[in-house]
């Protein structure tokens, strides 16, 4: 995998990395992490994971 980060950000795939190699099933709490990564509000999850979810999944 190749990642770009913005100087200072670097972080950010440094603490995705583990959620993309966790062997266990994507859970809503792996969802949540991998979304507050890049900045999202605790409401955007939310509403990612009761309304957004479902269109992609439909």
Do not use: H
């Not at 100087?7 to 795939?13: E, K, L, M, S, T």
């Amino acid at each position: 995998m190749l990642f770009y980060t913005l100087p200072g950000n670097a972080w950010r795939v440094d603490a995705m990395l583990p959620l993309l190699n966790e062997p266990a099933a994507w859970s809503d709490r792996c969802e949540r992490r991998f979304r507050e990564l890049p900045g999202l509000k605790s409401w955007q999850i939310d509403y990612w994971l009761t309304r957004g979810r479902a269109l992609v999944d439909a």
